[in-house]
């Protein structure tokens, strides 16, 4: 199992994302240090497969602003396409709280020769994750984007807020062969329902409904982003 697995259990927090601009990156770090938020743990590399209904129904919901939505990906850490240990996970959100569910798929590759088609096919037919795929719907869906981008982790002193900080994100989209980077930095506060949550310490930050699966799918299909 990778180190650090973040919040691996049946748990429901807070989520607020913001949009920061590169060129106000170095203020953030500065505010970070502030008000004494230290590194959590040490930043890596988080790679995607998110995974959808042939209609898109989890693209839809987010899109419409649904209060319930879920997606589901493939996430593992690391090198893209290295050895590694992969995970399947559903996120539901209802409002701005989340609760997310994990399946451990054990240690292989996904690289760009990989045919995705058969890979999902093959984890649908492990015996072991039967159970939980077919409970919560999932042998319906299908591959339908790659997103990679670099985290960092910081927390206040009682580790009652966490701060991620995500970089260099990447989208590609494997029935287009599309890809894209973007070009700003993604903030996420994470926090559970007794945290009195002050976000107006920090500059520039710009509460954003942003989805990297909405921002992803819709950049490597050729469609205008609303962001």
């Known amino acids: 199992m990778a180190p ?3 919040n691996h ?5 807070y989520e607020r994302k913001y949009v920061l601009e590169q060129k106000d990156l170095h203020k953030f770090y500065l505010e ?5 938020f230290f590194e959590l743990f040490p930043k890596r590399q988080i790679n995607n497969l998110y995974l959808d209904t042939h209609t898109t129904d989890f693209f839809e919901e987010n899109v419409e602003g649904l209060y319930k939505r879920k997606k589901s990906r493939i996430r593992w850490y690391g090198s893209f396409s290295s050895l590694s240990n992969k995970t399947l996970e559903i996120k539901q959100k209802r409002g701005e709280v989340n609760f997310k569910e ?4 054990g240690d292989f590759e996904i690289t760009g020769e990989t045919n995705l088609i058969l890979l999902w096919d093959s984890i649908i037919k492990t015996e072991k994750n ?6 919560n719907n999932l042998q319906f869906l299908i591959p339908k984007l790659f997103n990679s981008y670099s985290r960092e982790y910081y927390s206040n002193q009682d580790q009652s807020l966490r701060i991620t900080i995500d970089k260099e994100l990447k989208f590609l989209s494997p029935e287009t062969n599309l890809n894209i980077h973007e070009k700003n930095v ?7 329902r007794d945290h009195v949550l002050n976000e107006n310490q920090f500059s520039n930050l710009k509460l954003n409904k942003y989805s ?3 921002k992803g799918l819709l950049s490597t299909t050729s469609f205008e982003p609303n962001y």
């Open 9 to 13: 259990q049946n748990k429901y927090r």
């Open 102 to 105: 994990f399946l451990d798929l």
């Open 130 to 135: 039967e159970s939980f795929i077919y409970v």
């Open 186 to 192: 993604i903030i996420e506060f994470k926090y559970e």
């Open 32 to 36: 970070l240090s502030k008000f004494y």
């Open 212 to 214: 990297k699966y909405v």
């Open 4 to 6: 650090f697995m973040e």
